[in-house]
């Protein structure tokens, strides 16, 4: 799963790791992003010491991260894809997780008070779906505002195109931090611990930030981009 941040992507990786034929990584590229990139996020020394800095090594022996059993799920955030090789990513399904940016920016713009286009992993996931369809995929999208409408039908769509059997599971985990959560847990996770399940969506306030306003015309051509993809909660999949 390649996500941007403030995605609901954490609640994502926790719904799959209800099944139990899945374990779980949280994003496995973030120190070699940190490293690479030199962004000043919240926590930084913590992830350089706690995580491989080599992405390509990460990428080439993520399988092992599977603890055995047959399927691992990766949350990945697109703009840590800096510098990888894309070929890396030919044996694997991928989707793609999003969110209007009219509810993402406010959201992100709490943890990066003066955020960037980049830091929205929006380029990102639209050069990473040219990529795996130039590699003859099809991959697709899950939107935020979609999926908090109706859990159960986005994530029994999104199975059906992974070739997994929706589980009921999936839609409900204990509150609280889980022993995957990457080391920057503290200063992003706050929410998804105190859930229990997906949170029923919510409209954003009538008033947006007028500073994000410059980024949020920035960020809409490639958001459209992607809900062109997005499975839908009614309707034909």
């Not at 990513?89 to 991928?94: G, I, M, N, T, V």
């Not at 935020?144 to 109706?150: M, S």
Request: proline share 11%; hydrophobic share 40%; aromatic share 10%.
């Amino acid at each position: 799963m390649w996500s941007g941040p403030r995605n609901v992507s954490t609640a994502v990786m926790y719904s799959f790791a209800q099944r139990p034929d899945t374990a779980v990584i949280d994003e496995p590229l973030y120190g070699h992003y940190l490293r690479l990139t030199g962004a000043p996020h919240p926590g930084r020394d913590e992830v350089l010491a706690a995580m491989e800095l080599d992405g390509h090594r990460v990428m080439a022996e993520l399988r092992r991260y599977a603890a055995g059993k047959p399927i691992l799920f990766a949350k990945q955030m697109a703009h840590h894809l800096t510098g990888i090789d894309y070929e890396l990513l030919r044996d694997a399904e991928h989707f793609l997780l999003i969110r209007d940016p009219i509810e993402m920016l406010p959201s992100l713009s709490k943890v990066l008070p003066t955020p960037r286009l980049e830091d929205t992993g929006l380029v990102g996931q639209v050069e990473l779906l040219e990529t795996l369809q130039a590699f003859g995929q099809d991959p697709f999208c899950i939107d935020a505002r979609e999926l908090l409408n109706d859990p159960a039908t986005i994530l029994t769509r999104a199975c059906a195109r992974l070739d997994l059997e929706f589980l009921p599971c999936m839609l409900e985990w204990p509150p609280g931090p889980r022993p995957e959560d990457g080391v920057w847990a503290p200063h992003w996770y706050a929410n998804v611990h105190r859930s229990r399940g997906f949170a029923p969506w919510r409209a954003p306030p009538d008033t947006f930030p007028s500073a994000l306003r410059p980024l949020l015309d920035q960020c809409r051509p490639y958001y459209q981009q992607l809900f062109a993809r997005a499975l839908r909660a009614g309707g034909t999949p």
